[in-house]
């Protein structure tokens, strides 16, 4: 489950991450919000706060991140992943690649 935290505004947007996310999550939550904010600002600030429970993505999932993250990855100032645990810190940094 993907959730956007109360405090997002201006240009700095936050989700809280539980459990498996789905394609539902990226389709319902974080694709409108990152557009909604890239509306108004050229460059977001983009915070995924991982909770003890979230336990990673499905499988479509998984490609709509690559996805997001391969048309996006001009549009984001910076990308903060807090909480992940080790397998994930080694996808972001293999995201900064990109």
Sequence with gaps: MLELMAE???DVI???????LTEDDYEGVL??????????????RVLL?????FRGWN??????????????????DKVAIV????????CAKLANLL
């Design 8 to 10: 997002s505004g201006g």
């Design 49 to 53: 706060l991982m909770e003890e429970t």
């Design 31 to 44: 694709i409108p919000h990152l557009e909604k904010a890239l509306e108004a600002a050229e460059r977001i």
């Design 14 to 20: 936050g989700f809280r991450a539980r459990g498996v």
């Design 59 to 76: 499988a479509r999932a998984a490609w709509r991140n690559t996805c997001l993250d391969l048309r996006h990855r001009r549009d984001f």
């Design 83 to 90: 909480g992940a645990p080790t397998w994930e810190r080694w």
